[in-house]
């Protein structure tokens, strides 16, 4: 009798035992009662082995300034979006996290309700907190990123504009002395002599490059209301405000003809079409010409990160699109325990010369060397390989960046004058609520994997393969988004007071 | 139990087609260990040129070399594995064995109750936010060792299987007789029914090992703490990055994004082939319990 009491009891014991275990592990309860607080934030990006070590002195630096500590945890490409996706689902107490459009969604976050609203009327935490970063970003951009006119994140304040053309290998250039290329080419069909030349005389090379997923289809330059994938898209130019499927336009179909000429020609690769790593070709010397989105100094970029040198040939005009809006923000959590001190944080980040470069570039004299002190011009210093992230887009505010001797000493001016420069969309700032669509979309994103990296690359013959991808993409519905994108639009050019 | 009655002879003819069978299954999971190996071993260059190959093109080890000169965060992550997979399998051991005993104890009154929560938990689970929480919240498991452990050591399912396998070879009359001779619970526990089922405690083992050696998934939820990581970890992080990368380049539009050096092809099957090394070792060492698989039920476990 008594010893089936002893078990029972060391029964419970055991569960409740295996529930202790964890409390003890964890930290005890926080106390707020104190001024100081701790925040966290959240990044995406390659680890850096000395990450802790400029999480330290970042640390240092803030804490007299706004008594806070951070805690900055850097996760990589891949895991990113699924880390943070779990942490807002259980609703975790974070700060301050990355978002764009391409990874934890902006959108979809804040149709959650996960990320806090900053300007609301009535209680309008920017222009409070960090009254400078609303200045550096401007109202076309806060626009752009605003979603039915409400800011959720903050954007990086760096090129507010896109615009597409091609890169050129110069070693190629040089050797085969076709300089004339960067006055004569102005558009896709000007390629042809230089590809030609490339194809006779560098029988390794690729004389263009079109991969799935990235090709000359870009230099259309289409604005997507819907996603990358589903070819609902407007003009790249504010003279019209009709929603078109881009496939039946008539530039669409010359730009797919002449691809396919090239590939028939042998300048593309043969099996581009099932190819999307085209970054790997890069560094492999294989290819002459390459379509890419470009801005001030894309160029320089390429070079470092492929090795070989290359120079940019403008296609078409830049312009402000709400991508570029998007592209790269930091918002505060919904949750989070502390969002004016965070706002602090961002506004401090942003407009502090010190810290932004701290964080971009790590240590002087460890990470970097300065070659110029005052114009702020640096090079990899002897520990470069364990603190150099390479993220200015994402780390708040790229004018007040350091510029590696390697690039334009201009960098930032020539940054201004090219946003300065664009055009902004009448777009800007819309953004399509696709949730009457979900099953068309998710159809035409089939339809659309189906077709067109095989036209992208010339692979098929576009004669016979245009119309039938339309007729496929029709039958998936494409016509009922095109109807339902145009409504909310041109509800939303109403509300803005935008005129056609 | 080797009987070799009648009732159990098949036909020759049966007999080949089976045999036939098995060494086409046989093929099919060694071809593609086979490739790994083969692409680990070759040069990257060439792959590149000529595609994978089932033997290796210019053979080099270089790889391997760039793997295991990745120093630190490979051994370390080696080690976090192999740390977790010992400790791991012994606590799931010892905390299965225990409870199906209990189970299997016909004369203990809270049998049915014990047996019911832990099927019903079997059955129906709150699902993975709710999981979470307890984690986090309320465990405080995050960026701790025990993250990688705790969660596996209790299975019901390895429960069921050992309990039926108690009540199969274990007859109650030796648990009497311990009684009887004035053994406690602990002693007949630990020095009568341990040695008596041992294949039984094997197998769990050997499923215990394999999960914990294999697992990606509960670093990828509750570390983010580098240290911690584990290799199978590290090498799903490579994976999705590489897919990722590619997946999003066209989005990226002019960001000026770098990715950083991905690994090279060869560089991740040496990872893959190191990853999966020791644990191949392991199933010969349980091998010679396997003599009588266990069953629940009729089942083959």
Redesign the interface.
């Known amino acids: 009798m008594k010893l089936k009491k002893f078990f029972v009891v060391m029964l419970v014991v055991a569960f409740v035992l295996t529930s202790v275990i964890g409390v003890v592990t964890g930290f005890g309860a926080s106390s707020s009662k104190l001024p100081y607080v701790k925040l966290t934030w959240y990044v995406i990006g390659t680890p850096q082995k000395d990450w802790d070590l400029i999480n330290q002195k970042v640390n240092e630096y803030i804490k007299p300034k706004l008594n806070a500590e951070i805690k900055m945890t850097m996760f990589d490409w891949g895991e990113y979006n699924d880390k943070l996706q779990t942490k807002i689902a259980a609703g975790e107490p974070f700060d301050i996290c990355f978002t764009a459009i391409w990874t934890n969604n902006y959108r979809t976050n804040v149709a959650k309700g996960a990320f806090l609203p900053l300007n609301k009327p009535g209680n309008d935490l920017l222009s409070k907190y960090a009254p400078k970063t609303k200045k550096l970003l401007g109202d076309d951009f806060i626009n752009g990123a605003s979603i039915n006119g409400i800011l959720y994140a903050i954007p990086a304040n760096k090129e507010k504009a896109h615009n597409w053309g091609f890169i050129v290998r110069m070693d190629l250039v040089k050797k085969y002395k076709l300089d004339d290329m960067f006055k004569k080419v102005k558009k896709l069909e000007d390629l042809e002599p230089y590809l030609k030349v490339i194809k006779q005389k560098e029988p390794g090379i690729y004389p263009l490059g079109a991969y799935a997923g990235e090709s000359p289809r870009f230099l259309l330059d289409w604005d997507k209301v819907v996603d990358d994938d589903v070819p609902v898209s407007l003009y790249p130019n504010n003279n019209s405000t009709k929603i078109v499927n881009e496939l039946e336009q008539p530039n669409t179909k010359a730009l797919f003809k002449t691809v396919r000429k090239y590939y028939l020609a042998g300048y593309i690769r043969k099996d581009a079409s099932s190819v999307t790593d085209w970054m790997s070709d890069l560094k492999a010397g294989k290819v002459f010409v390459m379509p890419q989105s470009l801005k001030p100094g894309k160029d320089a970029e390429m070079s470092i990160s492929t090795g070989y040198q290359w120079k940019q040939i403008d296609i078409t005009p830049p312009v402000m699109s709400t991508r570029e809006c998007i592209g790269s923000m930091q918002a505060i959590n919904a949750k989070s325990k502390n969002p004016e001190r965070a706002l602090m944080f961002l506004e401090l980040f942003n407009t502090d010369k010190y810290l932004n470069n701290l964080v971009n570039f790590g240590i002087e004299g460890q990470h970097y060397v300065f070659k110029d002190k005052a114009k702020g011009i640096i090079a990899p210093g002897p520990k470069a390989k364990d603190y150099s992230p390479g993220l200015g887009w994402m780390f708040g505010n790229q004018f007040i960046n350091y510029i590696y001797e390697n690039e334009d000493p201009n960098k930032w001016k020539n940054f201004e004058e090219y946003n300065k420069k664009a055009l902004p969309l009448l777009s800007l700032g819309f953004n399509f609520d696709d949730s009457k669509v979900k099953t068309q979309v998710a159809a035409c994103k089939s339809v659309w994997k189906q077709y067109i990296p095989m036209l992208e690359t010339g692979s098929v013959d576009p004669d016979k393969y245009i119309p039938e991808a339309i007729e496929k993409f029709k039958r998936a519905g494409v016509d009922i988004i095109i109807k339902e994108a145009q409504k909310q639009y041109d509800d939303f050019l109403k509300k803005t007071g935008r005129k056609k | 139990m080797h009987s070799k009655s009648r009732f159990l002879q098949i036909s020759i003819a049966a007999e080949t087609l089976l045999h036939i069978m098995f060494w086409i299954i046989t093929f099919a999971c060694i071809v593609p260990l086979w490739a790994v190996i083969s692409i680990s071993l070759s040069d990257d260059n060439k792959i590149?040129q000529s595609g994978y190959r089932l033997w290796p093109v210019g053979l080099s080890t270089k790889s391997y070399e760039f793997v295991l000169s990745q120093g630190k965060a490979i051994w370390n992550a080696y080690g976090i594995t192999i740390f977790v997979t010992i400790v791991g399998t012994l606590l799931c051991v010892l905390i299965v064995s225990l409870y199906a005993y209990?189970l299997y104890r016909k004369d203990f009154?809270?049998r049915k109750l014990?047996t019911f929560i832990g099927f019903f938990t079997m059955l129906i689970n709150a699902g993975?936010?709710p999981w979470?929480?307890v984690?986090?919240n309320?465990?405080?498991?995050k960026n701790?060792i025990?993250a990688l452990i705790?969660p596996y050591v209790m299975n019901m399912w390895y429960v069921l299987i050992f309990r039926t396998y108690l009540s199969m070879s274990l007859p109650d009359s030796i648990i009497e007789s311990a009684k009887i001779d004035g053994a406690g619970?602990f002693t007949t526990f630990f020095r009568i029914v341990i040695p008596l089922v041992k294949p039984g405690l094997a197998t769990i083992a050997l499923f215990a090992a394999i999960t914990y050696w294999n697992d990606w998934w509960l670093p990828?939820?509750l570390i983010?703490n580098?240290k911690l990581y584990n290799l199978q970890y590290m090498m799903y992080?490579v994976?999705?990055?590489?897919?990722?990368?590619?997946?999003?380049?066209?989005?990226?539009?002019?960001?000026?994004?770098?990715?950083?050096d991905l690994p090279t092809e060869s560089a991740r099957m040496a990872m893959a082939v190191l990853g999966m090394g020791p644990i191949v070792l392991a199933y010969p060492f349980f091998q010679r319990y396997f003599v009588k698989g266990l069953t629940i039920g009729a089942i083959k476990g």
Do not use: N
Request: charged share 20%.
């Open positions: 590149r209990v009154k809270y014990f993975l936010v979470y929480i984690c986090v309320v465990l405080h498991l701790t025990f705790l619970e990828f939820m983010e580098e992080r994976q999705q990055k590489i897919q990722y990368l590619a997946e999003i380049a066209g989005k990226l539009g002019a960001s000026g994004i770098v990715p950083a």
